[in-house]
């Protein structure tokens, strides 16, 4: 990346990628370091916690995220002893969530219980930054919020979220955030959720490998797009949201109990 690049994209935020997904895990979180972008690497498993944490504490601008993704907890269950362990070490938590689409919806009991012990243990340790994953489950996710993490004891930022716009008016109620990607910004329905959430809540994020930016995984650089999306929705430069983005995320971290 030139400097002229590193210019474009530093201070940008992407709260939401899978950077231990990458065929290149070190280089991947090196290419995010030389962008200049704060880019949250979102676990999957707890086992992959020591790895994105040795690689992040290395760097200006990547953290690692702890977590135990919703369509994983039936056959990895048993690291759930292993994420109260790691837990201290981290104020970053995710990926985590509830996952009731067809696939996953078998293991939906075993989701919930699993959440509403992540939900507990981080309202225990006070001043956790969590992100939650909620596939056609948002009204629950949000009963979990409102049942095991007082507001003042924890931060939730809902990832990709897909819920209705009454939904998202409770998750605002409740003190949540939302990191929105480029994708969502292609999907209509989507997008008059999106519009109906005020930019002091927003975050960026790519979800990156998982979305394409052109014909390739996305990278946290690509957050640039979403900026850009979010400002052409809301009618404003697109410094001015990345400005917002900034101001959104600084606002968390000084988040404590």
Same mark, same amino acid.
């Given at each position: 990346?030139?400097?002229?690049?590193?210019?474009?994209?530093?201070? %940008?935020?992407?709260?939401?990628?899978?950077?231990?997904? *990458?065929?290149?895990?070190?280089?991947?979180?090196?290419?995010?370091?030389?962008?200049?972008?704060?880019?949250? @690497?979102?676990?999957?498993?707890?086992?992959?916690?020591?790895?994105?944490?040795?690689?992040?504490?290395?760097?200006? *601008?990547?953290?690692?995220?702890?977590?135990?993704?919703?369509?994983?907890?039936?056959?990895?269950?048993?690291?759930?002893?292993?994420?109260?362990?790691?837990?201290?070490?981290?104020?970053?938590?995710?990926?985590?969530?509830?996952?009731?689409?067809?696939?996953?919806?078998?293991?939906?009991?075993?989701?919930?219980?699993?959440?509403?012990?992540?939900?507990?243990?981080?309202?225990?340790?006070?001043?956790?930054?969590?992100?939650?994953?909620?596939?056609?489950?948002?009204?629950?996710?949000?009963?979990?919020?409102?049942?095991? %993490?007082?507001?003042?004891?924890?931060?939730?930022?809902?990832?990709?979220?897909?819920?209705?716009?009454?939904?998202? @008016?409770?998750?605002?109620?409740?003190?949540?955030?939302?990191?929105?990607?480029?994708?969502? %910004?292609?999907?209509?329905?989507?997008?008059?959720?999106?519009?109906?959430?005020?930019?002091?809540?927003?975050?960026?994020?790519?979800?990156?490998?998982?979305?394409?930016?052109?014909?390739?995984?996305?990278?946290?650089?690509?957050?640039?797009?979403?900026?850009?999306?979010?400002?052409?929705?809301?009618?404003?430069?697109?410094?001015?949201?990345?400005?917002?983005?900034?101001?959104?995320?600084?606002?968390?971290?000084?988040?404590?109990?």
């Amino acid at each position: 990346m030139s400097g002229s690049d590193r210019k474009v994209t530093a201070g %940008l935020v992407d709260f939401h990628c899978h950077l231990d997904l *990458y065929p290149d895990h070190p280089g991947a979180v090196q290419e995010a370091e030389n962008a200049g972008v704060f880019t949250l @690497a979102v676990t999957t498993t707890p086992r992959a916690w020591p790895r994105n944490h040795e690689l992040a504490q290395r760097t200006r *601008y990547v953290r690692a995220a702890l977590g135990l993704h919703p369509q994983l907890v039936e056959e990895r269950f048993g690291g759930f002893n292993l994420w109260d362990r790691y837990l201290p070490e981290t104020r970053y938590v995710g990926e985590v969530g509830l996952d009731a689409g067809p696939r996953f919806y078998k293991s939906f009991d075993l989701q919930k219980q699993v959440f509403q012990h992540v939900l507990q243990r981080c309202a225990e340790a006070g001043g956790k930054i969590i992100t939650v994953h909620s596939v056609r489950s948002a009204k629950i996710v949000l009963d979990h919020i409102e049942s095991y %993490l007082p507001p003042l004891r924890g931060k939730v930022v809902l990832h990709w979220f897909t819920g209705t716009k009454s939904e998202a @008016a409770r998750a605002l109620e409740l003190g949540c955030y939302f990191s929105i990607n480029a994708a969502m %910004l292609e999907n209509p329905r989507h997008v008059t959720v999106v519009s109906t959430i005020p930019i002091n809540r927003l975050l960026t994020e790519t979800d990156g490998p998982f979305t394409k930016t052109g014909s390739r995984s996305s990278k946290p650089a690509d957050v640039e797009v979403v900026v850009e999306k979010l400002a052409r929705l809301h009618n404003v430069a697109p410094v001015m949201i990345a400005a917002t983005v900034r101001d959104n995320l600084r606002t968390l971290l000084e988040h404590r109990e």
